[in-house]
Structures are given as structure tokens and as C-alpha cells.
């Protein structure tokens, strides 16, 4: 996570400042139900929240105290002390550090799956307007990077469309396993303290109460969590991987956008370089690396060991900055992507038509020729046009033309069946089908 | 994926002959749904049905004709040619390679998913088994492999089967993102294949209908699925490495089970090895590492590369096989575990009561004597059991017993009261409200 | 490692019977030292290598005994008792299993490393004869996909020289990391075993004695290695995507070799795929991966543990066979790749010179037009042979026509000046110092 | 990288203030070279070392510059002309921003890799100054976790003193690798910048020139350095986890040191947590995890993508910083590690002699006693002093008593010979040895 790579919503999360808050929200939390059984006077919980809900918690002054107390949640405490009076020696009764850091942690990562979703719901937005914008606009399907049949661009941008969505779902699911809350005590019995008050710091953070946890909060679920994060980068690289090969020189069929003034190179008009999808492709790799540690953080020794911490104050806020920050770059270059639809004709013309060779193989071999001789025709004129093609980077003869002057075709077909075999609306007939399966709602 | 390390059920999903028989079933039921719409006569469905419904496809005799045709699905299809006859000719009609080949492959991966599941479900049972058993026996909580607080050993097996039980809802997860079934031809636009087609394949053969596909089906699924698989074998570890610290010399709280006549060291009766959990943690390793290349698959280009298949190829069988064996292995070592619940009191019992230093503190400080002073008293006694302790590996000393003889103590707590604060029950009083948390069943 | 990307020579080395082989040898060899120091006769060391030194050690036989003992190396102990009588008694005197596994584990890898080094020797041959070949053939230099400016193919040979010569000298480094060898005993303390047996087994099987080991070989060592087979996958990534790019239907400047008959597809001639690339694309993903659980079983516990086994058994033959399949693959497609120079010039042309503009920027500064006016008069020429490449894909504009005409650029240079711009020998004066760089020998 | 797990000497080097400073060098050395072949004045070179050696660069002026141009080369070369003034126009002459970009990474990371290297001298001094320490200290060897034979405790840190010996090998392998420099134009090919230019910059920097670059120095080489960072960090790993085994509190033979007024915990006087080495674990993963984003940054298309751009800007500083500061920690720990040599030889004496029972079944068998029947006795008074051990955790019977007065064993040995068996100096008598070898010098 560094500044060039980050959006203030999400780096706030991780904060200093937001952490305390949180802190003293589980803390406040905690304590009204510790009151409400009895445990501590009402009275000390309602004076802990008068004083601490708009305090400003004071980072400098913490931190100084830690270098004291070598502990980050003590120190907190006396600051909060500082705050709050006598009434706050009744904060933290039977609690233990991890109760309030774990709990922490998951509603920071809760707070971050939100900012996830939502961006992936404005990529969302951006896909599927570009996607209706260029339903039935046709440019070459490529297999191996190689010419193969006719899709639309409509059509890619419902496939990104749909892998988000799945992507959604995925950061959903993510946000559900890291939504829990732990207040259990020292190895987590309960034993110096009531589950009801997990219970109520649960409900009161929008979490659920760990059913079982041994201090801290089991860490399949954030392993879980940032192999998500991995996959949604995965994603976003394909996507990004999509615009670099559209805008290379020779296919120059979308570029990312360029204002004005923009220059790519000092010299060079044409040095119009796809550098934010470059960026993401880089941006990937990152967030998919961090789901390794995330994994090898499970197997921590019986009860805990603290070897996941030092992880985590590093992937915590890398791993979703950085997510977000390349979702939001991401909408941003879908969103104002330019689009050639002219050179997606052309580019797909450079081959003469050969893209059609299929369909007349098939109406030579429906119109009673054998798949053999069929073939042997089809070739003959193809490899016409490729040579002409390959020579020359485009084809200056036309594959419809030289099988309408070929005998052994017009034998079988009629100009008009000849003709028929290459129009694109062949291809694009179940666009619409495919888009109202993708576009549900 | 090694012999030693498979399951006949999970190999036999990977063998050829599995794979062929995949392959003509989406082929038939494919013909089913284009003679139900006309394509082809309903007669010549039939046919393929009842020559390929029990053929044997000859394994050797298709990878002979795939020397010469080097495409495995056109040597698959001669071969199925040579045991329908004529009416084969009417296969695949429309269909590309892909079609069968990501279909079949997602039929095995929901197949190795059952299985898996079916794993979790029996290692689920073990634990559950095991959790109840030892529901109420004590042993020390450690933290940082240091002792902590009193825990049980049931508690243990329960968080691992509350883990386990994540790890089931993500496999079922898991299964679902890959059930897709994708018959949708050379660039996914369903040019040369009407999509009931597609529609009908996948409801015979138990999947959904890919909503969008590019050729291929999207392999952001497959990086899910493979992710996941990473996150179920991070929680074998966890367990593996519990069992593993119990064993040791030290501790041997708990112990794999040996049979009577093995053997862990030809001279040194006491060498048994935690050899089969040490395994895991080796296996668990493996099943992890393929995370990376599934999520580096998800970034094909344009409509499709093919560099995802030799990938696939590979961590297919690899992930799953090994996975499922690891997780068979697992239920044995927790089925068949050694429990030493004396040993467990006994290592307790080292430290002369010392676990139960907080307790007093808190009786001091509820007494009415000062946080310092209780903190000094405590102390006090506490170190001198600890250094009796560090000394010898064995309190000489009990902690007990010193706070009965110590003014201090006894001046505001009567012996009752000291006695009390020894109660182990004050720790498991809450193991109940655990068990009904995690056992919800 | 599957039968489909693997080569018998790699394969061989990791058979049971390479293994038992080696396995004899390592204990033969130790028991001429041990002859030597007199621990056992010189007359048994005699017999178990004339009875073993030819004898096919019985893959299933021993395997039958394993079943018995559930111990390896006890079993071929048993199956070398068979075969030398009763002489193999002074067999593996003073030993322990892990001295003849690790030691034999490292025989494999420096053997493996040593086909490894050959491979990239052949790969190097090829790519050096290529870039001769092509030394001054030009193409464009592309940087963000983007055209730059010219360089040659043979220079794209020479960058592939020169990163896998260093690749091969990572190779040499890497053997030489796991080039040792251990009999050293039950925890590596030489108890029960003379160091000298060490060290003569070590000069004998080609290896170094391990300063210190612990009963087993560090796998730190092992570590090293793996991670370097992953670097050197990852520069066969580099050059197949490079040869992908190039095989691209708009870019076309070179193509993995098509036999005659090879068909790319059933109907469309032009579909020659670059399959071989995209494969090895695969393949390295499944190299690095390997670097993974390798790193992990550095930190085994205490003198050993052998979670380190599991992986090994897997990662051995895979990431060994995958790597020298992959770079045998490479250097069939770099012997054999069908290069274009025609259509590189093509491609570069379809710019209409605008490759030059940065010269002609300059020449104008140093004819002492100010750098704003420059950059103005170059831009304004330059943008209309942009926009017509832009819109057809093919520049219908000379930029040097424009030049010719533009009173503000032959104010100040001549048309001879302006000429002597586009000569593409001024990319290329340098080409040669570059091969004698990467050429040295 | 997070300011807690930071030391300034690494940090400093990533500071904007040291990468200017080092563009500043590149291009006053590149001018230098210019002057010298002619392309610019001498005296302009002059000028711009005079003005700018002792100028500090303004960051906050250069940002506000980027933002305009948004380009950070240009923004830096800018503000470098409102320093050196009018001479400043022949600063960059032929250069490419890559030229600046990739040549300062590499000194970078080379000045990185002087500080591990360094780091690594320590620790290789705190390991040798302990191993010498405790080079007779006996303690029990652990294979499994299980208590084996004897090693001493010396022993344990030459083995670590070996481990780091090759890392700091391969730190210096790896420092080569990234210790280059080119200054060769938009594509490598020296078409506007003369090679000794490069060559001059190189030297002046203290590296090699590249031999061949493509803009970029290619990547291989760092995705070689940064994995092998990541194997540093595993062996940092496998010492921090030997430490945490050690301080179990069942273990407890050594400690990391703990300040007199530290607490582990407030109640809880024996909660000394190896914190330092549990931290050290997760850091190890962290900087083991960037080896795989440093891989997939090689494969870049054609002569440069700037995918690797933002791995880089993440990677460069969070692996060095990290690794810098867990050698520094591991360092530390070391140094003061608290080690209990009267704790090593209670725990092997707690399984009563038992560790001796293979010496004794030798002794039996070179005694004449037929291998089954030595096999059965020693089980047989092994087995009582074993289960005694199992039952109390703590041997109450002693193996050498029970020999003693077993007739079957006295039959064939004398006491003398027995007592001699269980002489710790049979096991220690090659620690000489061992030492000679690893600490050469």
C-alpha cells in the first residue's frame, strides 16, 4: 500500500485514528452489557460513551504511552482513562487484548469488503452501459490471439460483466466470513467473562458472535477472505489484459482514454500507451500474492501464537487499498474507454473473409458434397486470400470473390447462398439471448 | 499427485476412461437436444445411446489415432465413429472441442467436490465424536506455547469442527462456482448450436448453463475453486500441527494411534513419530501452492488461450487427490487419536497451580487491597513457584500452599476463598454454551 | 509431471529403480570406508558390490516388504540381503535412513540439474544461430504494445541469449547448492559413524559433505534450488509470450513452425495457434508455483521433521521433468520458428515513417528551431499520418512526403537532410557492439 | 512495509529524497560522458555538479511539478533546471527516462543489499560467539518433536551459523545479479546515446553496464534477487520457530531475553512469550510471499510493459525493509537469547536413560547376543522405563538400574561396560569436527 496507489475511503479505514474508535466502541459496547448483568455500574458505562463518543483520541499521546507499557491495547486504556475519568477502571473487565484487537480487525475488513462491493458495483454500472452501448457492434473473436469468428464488443463487455458479478457474489461471501466478533477472555472460555456480552458487541458492530474461538478468531476465515481478494484481482487483470491487446499498434481497436493535453510521448503523436491497464496488471499480482501468508497464517500453535499479526498489519491494508484502488482505475478506464468500431471492421476485413470459410464448408458439405471434396475446395480458395494476407498484412483478393467464379461452388451453390454465408448478422443472432441471461435485473 | 498419497475414488474421476465416458455422455445427451430441435434425426441419437451407452472405450486405441490427428477430441470421436457406425457422423455437430473438454472438466471437479465434501463430512463425524468424548477433560490453554488458562480437550476438537464446518459450506461453494456446463461453439456465440442445446447438456449432466462463455468457460471459477481448496488444506494443517505439538516428548498429551506391533524406531521404544500429521503438513503445502497458477489461468487472452490447459492438467488431479487423501488421512489420525488426560492434569500440575495467579489477583483486588499491592503479593508468591518450576521442569513448590502461609493473603481472604479460586469448573463453566453454539445439530 | 510433458531422460532419474540403484551405491560406497577404517571386513565391502554392482534390484519385491516393515529403507535393506547374502549385514553399520535418502534426493537433483544445464545449452545454440541469422533484420521495437522505435529480430534473439546464459549460470549455482551429501547419523552428530565415511561417500557419488547436518540435508538448500527453477521458468514465459505476440493475426511477423499436413483447424486455414507457446505459458506457471512449498520446508522442527518428504516426493520429479520438458519445447520452437521479415517491415510502414518523428524533433532543435516550435511542426505533420493510420489501420500519408512540403521545415533543412532522417541504419550502428556483448565467446 | 517493522538505514534508501539524489548522479555522471565524446560542453557538465551535488532537491516542488506534467522524470529534470540554470538543457541528451528509472532501482537494490549483507555479518557473529558458548552444552536432539540422542546446544546455532553462511552467499549472488545499469535509449539500441556513455555511468555507480537492455533491464534478474530474499527469510524463519520450540513452557531451555521490568503478562509471572520469534515467523512470510509478483514481473511484453512498475515501487522497499529488520531482530534475539543448560539435560534425563537404549542393544549384539533376542531385552527394560514416563511424565524407574540387575544382560556385560554406555561424550566426541568445518576462518 503506498500513497500513489490508494483512495482516502479506503486508507481511512486503516488508520490510527479509526482504529481507536473502534476500539472504544467495543470497549463502550462491552461495557453496557457488562452492566446490564450487573458486572459494573450503569452509571460508569453511560460516562465512558458521554466522554468517549466525540473524544478525539489522541495517537501521539498513545504511542508515547506504549513506548512504556510496550502494549498497544494498555496504552490505549490509560489514554482512555485520561479521557474518561475514574468510571474507566471499569472498562475492559475480564476482557483480553485480543478480544478488542480481533474484533477490531473484522470490522475493519467488513468495512473494507463494503468499499469493495461498491466498487465493484460501479464497474458494474460501467460494464453493462458499454456493454448496451456496443451490444451488436461486430469485431473478430480471437482464439490464440487469432482471428477465429465474429462476437460483438457488446459481448465482451457482458463476459467482464458477468465475471464481476460472479466477483460480487465472492466479496459478499468474503465480507460474511470475517463478520464476527470475539469478547471469550484469555483462551476463550468465557471464564471471567459472560457470553452475553460477546453477544451484544456482536450485534452492536453488525457482526456475529464467534461460536467458538481460543483468544483469537480463527484465521481459515481470513484466509478465506484475501484468497477472495486474489481471485477479484485475477479478475480485473483479464479485463485489463482485454484493453492492452485492443490498443496495441496493429489492432488499435479501443484505447484508453487521453485528454486533450495529454501527451505519451514527447515526440512520438501515436505513443498512446495503455499504461493504466498496464498498472493493474502489476496492481494484480500484488493482491494475489497476499493470499499466500494469508493461508500460511491458519496454522497458528494451540490456542494462538501471534506470527499472523505482522501479516496482517501488512495485507490488511495493502490487499484492500490496493483492491480498490485498481477496481476504481478500472471503472474509470471502462468507463471512458474509446472504442473503434470502424477498425474492428477493418481489422476483421484484412482477411478477405476468410472468416466465413466455416459456414461454406458446411453449405458445400450440406449441399451434398463430400466432407473431403469440401474441404479440398474451401482450402483452395482460402489459401488464396491467406497468402495474399500474409504476404502483405492485408488480403487484396476476396474470399466470396473467388468462390463465385469457382466452378465446383457455383455447382453446389447459388450466388445468392454464396452470399448469404457471409453476413455477420449469422453470428450475432444470439446476442440477445446471451444478454438477457447475463443481465437479469 | 502421487500414488502414495491417492484414493482409488478420487483417481478413478481422472482416469482416461472416466474422461471418455464424460465425453460421450455430453456428446449424447447433445444429440438428444439437437434431434429434439431437428438438427439431426431423432433415430441417429438413439443409436449413438445404445452402441455408447456400455461400449468400452479403448483408451490405447484412441491415443494411437491421436498420434496421427494430434486433437484428442477428433481421436475420441473416430473412435466413438468406430463403435456407432454411421449414425456417429451426426456428433458434435456444431459443437467445438471446448465445449466438451471444459464441460467434462467441470463435471469432474463437482465430482472431486462430492467426494471431498463426503471427506469433511467424515472427519466432521470424528471430531464431533471426539469433541463430546472429551467435552469435560481438562487441559491447560497455552498461548504463544506458553501456558495459559485451563481449556478442554474437548473444546479443541470443537473448534476444529467448527472450522471444519466453514471449510464444507466453502467446498459446497466451491462445487457450485464450477457446475456450469458450456456448449456455445468456436468464440461462445452459439453461431453454429442453438443454446437449448446447451440448456439440455447441462441439466442432464447435473450442471447450469454457463451464461456467458468465450469458447472457453471463464476460469475465474476455476481459480475460486482451486483458492478454496488452498484455504480447506490451511485448516488440515492447523489440526496437523496441534496433534503434532501434543506428541512431543514433552507434552505427549496426545499421541497418533500405533497398532500394537509397529515400530517407530528399531531401538528406542519411545520414538513414536507424529509421522502421518507430518505429512499433512507437508501435503497441505502442496494443496496450497496451487492456488497460484489457478489464479494465474484467469487472464487468458481475448476469447481464449489455451495456456490454462496444460495447468490444469496437472493441478486438476493433483489438488483434489491429494486433498481428499489428506483429509481421510486426517479422520483417521483424529478418529483413532491416543488421549492422555492424566498427562494432560499432570503437565497442568507442573506449574504448582500458577495458571490460576490471575484469579487471586482479581480476589485481592475485589477484596479491597490496592491493583499494586495485590499485583506485589502475587507476585511475591507466584515467582518463587515459577522459579521452583524453571529450576527442575516441576514446581517443588505450590502455589496454594504459599498463598495459605502469607499474611497478606490471608488478612482479607479466608482459606475457603484462596481454595475456591483452584476450582477448575471456573474455567469450563461455559464449555456447554460452546458446544450448543458449534453442535447446532 | 505428466507422461504428456515429459522426457524419458529426466523421467529415468526419478523411477524406483534409478532410486534403489543409487540408494545401493550411496551404502556400498559407505562400506568401503567403513572397510577402510576397519569397522567391517574389507571382504564384505568386496562381495555386496560384486553381487550388487549389477544386480536389478526388484521394485515389487521390495515393495512387498515395505508393505511388512511400513519402512522403505529397511525394505531394500532386506531386498540387498536377498541378493548379497550374508555379508549385507555389515550394510548401513552406524547409518540412518535419512543418510542414504537425502544423499540419493541430492544425486537426483544434480543430475537433474545437469540435463536442466544441457537444455538451456541447447536452448542458447539455438537462439544464438537464430539471432545471427536475424541480426540485422529490422522490426519494430514495441514498448506498451506501442510502436517505439526499430530494432532487429536478431537482437530479440541476443535479449533471450543473454537472460538465459544467466540463467544457465543460476542452474550451475543451484546445483551446486544441493551437490551434498550427509552420513552423519541419527541427529547428525557422527555418534555412531566416522566422518570419514562422509566424505568418502561424498567424493564417490560426485558430491560435497555437508558441513552440518541435523539427520537430515538443510533444506534451505533445497529451497534455493526450487526457487531457482522457478526464475528460469519464468524467462521461458518472457520468450513464449514474446513468440505469442508476434504470432498475433494482425502482427504476423513470426510463427511457431507448422509441419505441411498440420492442421490448425478443420476450416479455417489461417488458424495455425501458437499452441507450443501457450503451453509453456502454462508450464511455467507450474514451475514457480513449485518455489512455494518449497520455501516452506526450510523451517522443519528442531534436528528434522518430515513434513519436508511429502513435498519432495511431489516437487522432485515436477518441478525437474515439467522445466526440461519445457525448455526442450522451447528450443523446438525457437529452431524452427518461421520468421517474417517481409511483414515486419510491413508493419512498421503502416505507420508511414512516423517511427522517425523523434529525429526529425531533434534535427529541427539542432538546426535551431526552439524546442516548442519544433515539437509544434513536428506534431502537426505527424498527427495527419496518425489519424489516417488510425482510421484505416494503414497510413495512406507519407510522413516524409509531409516533411517535403512543410515550408517550415524546409526552411531550415535541406531535402536531404530530411531524407537521411529515415534511414533505419541509425538504429542499427550499434547492433553489432551489442553482439559483442552477448557473444563473448 | 509499516513504520513498526522499519529500521531508518533501509528505509532511507526509499526515500524520495535518495532516489533524486541518485538521478541527480546517473545524469551528472551520464553528462560527464557526453562531454567527454563531444555531445555536450564540458563546461555545461561542470555546471550541473557544481550546482547540483550539494543541492537538496525539493520534493514537495517536484510533486507539484509531476502534477502537471505527469511524467516524474520530467517533473525532477525540471526542477533540476531551476537549479543548475541554463546548462541544464543538455542534461538527458539521448536518454530514455527508463535510462534514470531502472539504473537507479538497481543501485538501490544493490545498497539494499549492502545493508543484509551486513545484517547477515551480525548475525553470523552473535551465532558464532553462541555456538562457541555452548559448543559442550549437551542437550536432547529432536527428530519428530521426539526426543532422539544427544546433540549440544553449540551444535544448534553452527548449524544456523552454516544456514546463514550460504544465505549471505546468496545475498551477494543476488546483489550481482541486480547490479547493473543501462543508459540505452527508447529501445535499447543506442540510437541516440553512445554506448560509452553507459559504460562510463556504470563504472561511476559502481556497476556493470547491461549488456543488452530493451528500455528496461530485464527482469529475470530481479525476480532472481527478490527470491532470493525469500529464502533468507525462510532460514529466518526455521531459527525463530527452534527458539519458540525452546521456550514451550513443557520445553523451556532457552528464552528470548526479557528486560528485568518487562511483564508477558499482569498476572501471570511465568508468561514470557517468544513474541520476537513469533513476529519473525509472520515477517518471514510476508517477505517470502514477494518472490511470486517478482516472478510473473519477467515475462513483459515485447521490448518493455510497465506492469512491473507498481510491484516494483511495493516490493523494493516492503521485502528489503522487512528482511533488514527481521535479520536485525533475529540478531538480537540471539544475541541475548537466555539459554538453561541445566534445563537441556533434566528434560533428557527425564525418560530415565532411555535415550542410551540404542548403544546398549549394540553393545549386546558386538557381545555376541543374537540381534532378535538384544532386541527383546532392551524393549523388555526399556518398555518398564518408557511407560513410567508416559504415566507421570517423568521416568521414575532408571534405565541403567534396571540393566544393571537384568540377568541377561549382566550375563554378557559388565557394569563397567554398561555404565560407559551411558556416557553423553560418546555423542559430542565430533563436535570438534564439525565445528572445524563450519567455521573455516
Redesign the interface.
Known amino acids: 500500500?503506498?500513497p500513489?496507489?490508494s483512495r482516502p475511503e479506503m486508507t481511512e479505514i486503516w488508520t490510527p485514528e479509526t482504529r481507536f474508535r473502534i476500539w472504544f466502541e467495543i470497549e463502550a459496547h462491552a461495557m453496557d452489557a457488562l452492566a446490564e448483568i450487573g458486572v459494573v455500574p450503569k452509571e460508569a458505562a453511560k460516562v465512558v460513551w458521554e466522554k468517549g463518543r466525540h473524544a478525539s483520541f489522541d495517537v501521539e499521546r498513545i504511542d508515547e504511552i506504549e513506548r512504556t507499557t510496550?502494549h498497544d491495547v494498555i496504552a490505549f486504556l490509560t489514554h482512555l482513562a485520561e479521557i474518561a475519568g475514574p468510571e474507566a477502571r471499569f472498562v475492559h473487565q475480564g476482557m483480553t487484548s485480543s478480544d478488542v484487537l480481533d474484533t477490531c480487525f473484522n470490522v475493519q475488513l467488513t468495512r473494507a469488503a463494503d468499499l469493495l462491493i461498491a466498487d465493484v458495483d460501479a464497474l458494474l454500472a460501467a460494464l453493462k452501459r458499454r456493454a448496451f452501448e456496443y451490444k451488436d457492434t461486430v469485431c473478430i473473436?480471437?482464439?490464440?490471439?487469432?482471428?477465429?469468428?465474429?462476437?460483438t464488443f457488446g459481448?465482451k463487455m457482458?463476459?467482464a460483466y458477468?465475471?464481476f458479478s460472479?466477483?460480487r457474489k465472492?466479496l459478499v461471501?468474503a465480507r460474511e466470513?470475517v463478520a464476527t466478533c470475539a469478547i471469550s477472555?484469555?483462551?476463550?472460555?468465557?471464564?471471567?467473562i459472560d457470553?452475553r456480552v460477546e453477544e451484544h458487541v456482536a450485534r452492536a458492530m453488525g457482526l456475529q458472535?464467534e461460536?467458538?474461538s481460543?483468544?483469537v478468531i480463527?484465521r481459515?476465515?481470513h484466509?478465506?477472505f484475501f484468497?477472495?481478494l486474489?481471485?477479484v484481482?485475477?479478475?480485473i487483470?483479464?479485463l485489463?489484459?482485454?484493453v492492452?491487446?485492443l490498443?496495441?499498434?496493429?489492432?488499435?481497436e479501443a484505447e484508453e482514454y487521453f485528454s486533450p493535453g495529454?501527451k505519451?510521448s514527447?515526440?512520438?503523436?501515436?505513443?498512446?500507451?495503455?499504461?493504466l491497464t498496464?498498472?493493474l496488471?502489476?496492481?494484480?499480482?500484488?493482491v494475489?500474492?497476499?493470499?499466500?501468508?494469508a493461508?500460511?497464517?491458519?496454522?497458528?500453535?494451540?490456542?494462538?501464537?501471534?506470527?499472523?499479526?505482522?501479516?496482517e498489519?501488512?495485507?490488511g491494508p495493502?490487499a484492500t487499498v490496493?483492491l480498490d484502488f485498481a477496481l476504481a482505475r478500472l471503472t474509470g478506464v471502462i468507463d471512458k474507454l474509446l472504442v473503434?468500431p470502424?477498425?474492428m471492421l477493418?481489422?476483421m476485413d484484412?482477411?478477405g473473409g476468410?472468416?466465413h470459410?466455416?459456414r461454406i464448408?458446411?453449405a458445400l458439405t450440406q449441399a451434398g458434397v463430400s466432407r473431403e471434396d469440401a474441404?479440398r475446395i474451401?482450402?483452395r480458395n482460402?489459401?488464396k486470400v491467406?497468402h495474399s494476407?500474409?504476404?502483405?498484412?492485408?488480403a487484396d483478393i476476396d474470399f466470396m470473390t473467388e468462390l463465385l467464379v469457382d466452378p465446383e461452388v457455383t455447382a453446389v451453390l447459388s450466388e445468392d447462398q454464396i452470399r448469404e454465408k457471409f453476413d455477420l448478422g449469422?453470428?450475432?443472432?444470439?446476442?440477445d439471448?446471451?444478454f438477457a441471461?447475463?443481465f437479469k435485473d
Chains 1, 2, 3, 4 share one sequence.
Open positions: 500500500m503506498i500513489r496507489y510496550k473473436g480471437r482464439s490464440h490471439g487469432i482471428h477465429a469468428e465474429p462476437v459481448l457482458a463476459e458477468a465475471e460472479r466477483c465472492r461471501d466470513e477472555g484469555a483462551v476463550g472460555t468465557f471464564a471471567n457470553p458472535a461460536p467458538v481460543t483468544q480463527p481459515d476465515r484466509a478465506m484468497a477472495t486474489g481471485v484481482a485475477s479478475s487483470e483479464r485489463a489484459i482485454e492492452r491487446h490498443q496495441r499498434t496493429e489492432v488499435l495529454q505519451g514527447s515526440a512520438m503523436p501515436h505513443k498512446r500507451n495503455p499504461v498496464e498498472n496488471t502489476g496492481l494484480a499480482r500484488m494475489r500474492s497476499y493470499a499466500m501468508p493461508m500460511e497464517n491458519v496454522a497458528l500453535w494451540h490456542e494462538r501464537d501471534i506470527s499472523h499479526s505482522s501479516v498489519r501488512m495485507i495493502d490496493t473503434y470502424e477498425r477493418q481489422n484484412r482477411l476468410l472468416v470459410s466455416q464448408l458446411l474441404y474451401v482450402q482460402a489459401m491467406w494476407y500474409q504476404l502483405a498484412g492485408r449469422y453470428h450475432t443472432k444470439h446476442v439471448t446471451i441471461r447475463v
